[in-house]
């Protein structure tokens, strides 16, 4: 059984950063697609970045997140710049196993979710 372990989020200023971490346990980052989702209050959740191989990263973040991995520390990084009030969610990692492609890594259905980390950006 895979686990997931979010931590890193806060509160911010419009402009400002954080990182995000995604601990793993087991070998996921080695054999499956991990991902980063957020949900705000009243909308749906939607996929922010994926990697393995990837990466790859939805529009509205193009430019500002940065998905990376850590073997050695089984963990995945979400480091988000420039943030913007827009940005204020939960965010949560998710993993399968298998390799995340292009056309499917934002909808396909994962295996394994994180509790999630809260982004609060202000303006």
């Known amino acids: 059984q895979v686990q997931l372990v979010e931590s890193g989020g806060g509160s911010v200023q419009a402009g400002g950063s954080l990182r995000l971490s995604c601990q793993a346990s087991?070998?996921?980052?080695?054999?499956?697609?991990v991902a980063w989702f957020r949900q705000a209050p009243g909308k749906e959740r939607e996929a922010v970045a994926a990697i393995y191989i990837g990466p790859y990263y939805a529009d509205f973040v193009k430019g500002r997140f940065t998905i990376s991995q850590d073997n050695a520390k089984n963990t995945v990084y979400l480091q988000m710049n420039a943030l913007k009030p827009e940005d204020t969610a939960m965010y949560y990692c998710?993993?399968?196993?298998?390799?995340?492609?292009?056309?499917?890594?934002?909808?396909?259905?994962?295996?394994?979710w994180g509790q999630g980390t809260q982004v609060t950006v202000s303006s």
């Open positions: 998710a993993a399968v196993v298998g390799v995340c492609y292009l056309e499917s890594w934002f909808m396909r259905p994962y295996d394994y």
């Open positions: 087991g070998n996921i980052l080695e054999t499956g697609c």
